[in-house]
């Protein structure tokens, strides 16, 4: 019996297009660690992955031997500096960051929630920049994370944005916004906007998120809503030309 083709996060046309199995499964190992995870046993990334562990270890050689995988002597697996090394020049590729951090911390200190930017990858969202709030009680997550796309307020922003069908993202369109109470945790809320580029393709999501109390008082959409899209508005001209 094979190991299954792995398939979360993947675009839909990908199958579509000339695959090497051995490097696909390699890079599904590394997307294991999509969640945060800072550490994985063996039988964790079975799971993720759902491939054996014969396979798992096969694969492990070689990225270990170009740093993207590592084993500590307990047994667990993290993350390699060859990652870390990649991300930095994606960054400095076109200084997204540059253009990003500053809108989250005008965000953050404007509405006192924790302010995030967002993109689509495949059926997954990529928590990219985070700014968080100064508040003792905020929502905390860290940079990379990967979660799903159909909860939340960014996901359901991403997919509107992102070719989504029917009544219910039409009516995002519309609104031109997503308010999710609760929907991936009872006690957070989130409130997202698109970050549109020239011609209306989308760029991301910038998102506000917090406790779900402080967004269900009264009158503060109204007070997030337009700090949101003024920020997002004038990012997607900025990132026009990325």
Request: aromatic content about 8%.
């Amino acid at each position: 019996m094979k190991d299954p083709a792995p398939s979360p996060g993947t675009p839909a046309d990908a199958h579509k297009e000339q695959k090497v199995e051995a490097v696909e499964r390699a890079l599904t190992i590394l997307e294991a660690f999509a969640d945060g995870s800072p550490r994985l046993t063996l039988s964790e990334i079975t799971k993720r992955t759902g491939f054996y562990r014969s396979t798992v270890l096969r694969l492990y050689a070689s990225l270990a031997r170009f740093d993207y995988l590592h084993r500590d002597e307990d047994g667990h697996f993290r993350l390699g500096p060859s990652l870390w090394r990649l991300g930095n020049l994606y960054q400095s590729a076109f200084n997204l960051a540059d253009r990003v951090r500053p809108v989250l911390a005008r965000i953050a200190e404007e509405t006192g929630e924790t302010a995030t930017f967002y993109v689509r990858r495949g059926n997954m969202r990529l928590c990219l920049y985070r700014q968080h709030s100064s508040r003792t009680i905020r929502h905390v997550l860290e940079e990379g994370a990967m979660l799903p796309i159909d909860r939340g307020a960014s996901g359901r922003v991403l997919i509107a944005y992102s070719g989504g069908e029917g009544p219910f993202f039409e009516a995002i369109r519309e609104a031109g916004y997503y308010l999710s109470l609760g929907e991936r945790d009872p006690d957070i809320a989130g409130l997202s906007v698109p970050v549109l580029a020239t011609g209306g393709a989308l760029v991301g999501a910038l998102n506000v998120s917090g406790l779900k109390s402080r967004f269900e008082a009264p009158g503060a959409v109204e007070r997030l809503l337009p700090i949101l899209q003024e920020e997002a508005q004038a990012l997607g001209r900025r990132l026009a030309n990325v």
